[in-house]
């Protein structure tokens, strides 16, 4: 068991380090954008990538899920069921960015009442449709486990965008324009390069049944995909409308924050689904996949509780004058746990997708998504007036809830797992425990110094976990055996 645990951590760990990284210097910039643009353009920022997000969903069509996992478990017809799928993506991205360029000046009202994005939403075809091109080609990389050039292309087009920021933002002084340049200028070069490898994979040729293989599978993930983008965006669009474009921009830089859960979770996802789909052919895979939601949960909760206690000190530090994000954006700072529990939600629906994946019932997905992003929109509705930012990141929270939800009582049926129930409370409780302890005692503990005592009460984690005797034997002689000193 731990070497399968072994193998999906170092591939988590090598699929993340890009993104790690391109997040992380990405939200270095978030000081730049918070203090060189003003609040309400920062909020039509998020506007834009929502739309791009919610976009996103159509241009792929499931198209990437569905490839990897007939490249993965068809081995006799990887160069078929890769041409199919490629050149079918090319037509329809390039179908779809057109569309949206014709109908732009009518698309644009529905992103924003306060402001007109014609020009953005045009811009914001072409990201849609390179970042689509390359989907498929990331994804082959993925099946092939060839994670180092995965990584490394991840990089690149981040550094890319990175320096366009810089100079178009920044030097330049074009705001939302600059950044959106910059995403076209990184998805294009990546592109090229992707195709140029691609193309040496495949056989140019086009298959009407391996092209109906992907859609049947695929096609479901439109809906499904589509709702879990309306959860995770549509608190931005009800905000502008119902509390403003400045409450948004404080919002979305809240959002922002909350970037090392998103990270840690992206990490995982990008890991998983190979991991299980190599695993699934082994016999008895089911304890496996159960002790990874376990430690999920464990590594989240550590995560969680680090973010949550430090991130109040971390944007308050002044360096040269500037802080991490604009002091006009601290007001969004107290939503952050609510949005770090969210992600944590969408962790684990990330691994509860293991049962409809294995048996194909992926039609299921788009009734539990559609019922949480209901569940998500009544929730905004209800508490935006009266809690504003609070209660959005709240229905996020409680969407996902639902998410996990529906998507356990379906795996339980069709591909029951035994999760390990007693453990994973161990978890949430003993992050309740820290949590309430600290909120409880942060009064007694002074604005200048608190950070030593927030620090102590994440170092305390593992010792509340193994005094509550969360791990198990096996465990403990791991843990020995890799923390004794070497010569001892």
């Known amino acids: 068991m731990f070497q399968g645990l072994k193998r999906l951590t170092t591939h988590s760990a090598i699929y993340g380090l890009s993104d790690v990284l391109g997040r992380s210097m990405a939200y270095l910039l978030v000081p730049v954008y918070t203090h060189v643009m003003p609040v309400e353009e920062f909020g039509y920022y998020g506007l834009v990538y929502t739309f791009i997000a919610l976009a996103n969903v159509v241009f792929l069509y499931g198209m990437d899920s569905a490839f990897l996992r007939y490249y993965v478990l068809e081995e006799d017809r990887k160069r078929d069921t890769l041409s199919t799928g490629y050149l079918t993506m090319l037509l329809t991205s390039a179908g779809l960015a057109v569309i949206i360029v014709l109908f732009s000046a009518r698309i644009a009202p529905l992103i924003a009442v306060s402001a007109s994005l014609t020009s953005y939403v045009q811009l914001a075809a072409a990201v849609l449709a390179l970042d689509a091109l390359n989907a498929i080609p990331f994804a082959r990389l993925r099946g092939e486990g060839k994670a180092a050039t995965f990584a490394s292309l991840k990089l690149m087009k981040v550094m890319i965008e990175l320096g366009g920021n810089c100079y178009l933002v920044v030097v330049l002084d074009m705001g939302l324009q600059g950044i959106l340049i910059s995403n076209i200028a990184g998805s294009g070069i990546v592109f090229l390069i992707l195709a140029g490898i691609t193309l040496r994979h495949m056989s140019l040729s086009w298959s009407r049944g391996t092209m109906g293989r992907l859609l049947g599978f695929g096609l479901p993930y439109v809906p499904a995909g589509a709702c879990i983008i309306i959860i995770e965006t549509i608190d931005r669009l009800m905000l502008e409308r119902m509390a403003g474009t400045e409450t948004l921009g404080i919002y979305h830089a809240a959002r922002k924050l909350g970037v090392g859960m998103l990270i840690f979770v992206t990490m995982f996802r990008q890991a998983w689904q190979p991991f299980f789909l190599e695993t699934s052919r082994e016999e008895n895979p089911r304890p496996l996949f159960a002790r990874v939601l376990t430690y999920f949960l464990a590594i989240a909760g550590g995560v969680f509780l680090a973010l949550s206690f430090l991130i109040d000190d971390l944007v308050r530090i002044s360096i040269g004058g500037y802080t991490l994000i604009e002091a006009s954006y601290w007001e969004g700072i107290d939503v952050v746990p609510i949005l770090l529990a969210a992600y944590v939600l969408y ?53 996902y809830a639902v998410m996990v939800a529906g998507l356990y009582l379906v795996g339980r049926r069709y591909y029951p797992i035994p999760y390990e129930y007693i453990r994973l409370l161990k978890v949430v409780f003993a992050c309740g425990v820290l949590f309430a302890v600290r909120e409880l005692t942060g009064i007694a503990w002074p604005g200048e110094i608190a950070w030593p005592g927030e620090i102590a009460l994440i170092a305390a984690y593992p010792a509340v976990l193994w005094a509550m005797r969360f791990f198990n034997a096996g465990e403990m002689a791991f843990a020995r055996r890799y923390l004794r000193p070497r010569g001892s």
């Open 347 to 399: 962790g684990i629906y990330v691994n509860l997708t293991v049962g409809v994946y294995l048996e194909k019932k992926t039609i299921l997905l788009p009734f539990i998504t559609a019922a949480s992003a209901l569940v998500c929109i009544l929730t905004n509705l209800w508490l935006i007036p009266e809690f504003g930012m609070y209660g959005a990141a709240t229905a996020s929270a409680a969407a």
